[in-house]
DNA sequence: GCCAACGTTGGC
DNA sequence: GCCAACGTTGGC
């Protein structure tokens, strides 16, 4: 079992528009970068834990638990023309473009960006690094267990 | 809107 | 294969 953290501006697609899917699963549409689509398509496993994170935002942060719950598979939304995720280089017979569904598992309380920065114990998260810009980063188990107590005391 | 950081493209 | 130019990400 591995964790992740996978970032999603909540214009385009937020915690709450994952709540709201059908089953509480959506495909992961969109990623264009190889090395998050590598991940997805090689790394991912069915179970394994994923932190939800909102980006490009007014307070970004961890928005909520959620969990990879499909094999890897194209993304439909590089073969529509209409797509602004449109790829003209990609087939139907060869897919650039892989993803994984991800299943919410709990909304839970906006861990800020900030807040995440003052915690010592996950400071060597991927995704806090300067000039991180990676949609899809590894969390080790210690800042899974780390982030997900911290927000499981919270909700008591 | 700014801009640092970094990924991709394409000429050579 | 190098690397300059360009495009994108994402916090601020």
Redesign the pocket.
Known sequence: MSYWLM?S?PDEFSIDDLARAPGKSTPWF?V????ARNYMRDAMRVGDGVLF?????AV??IAGIAKVASAAHPDETQFDRKSPYFDP?SSRDSPRWELVDVKLVKKTRLLS??EL?GHPDISDMV?L???????ITPVTPGEWKFVTELLARDAR
């Open positions: 970032k501006e969109g264009r970068n190889y090395q994170y909102h980006s490009s935002c970004p942060g280089k960006l900030e920065r995704v690094r300067r000039g991180n810009r990676l949609s």
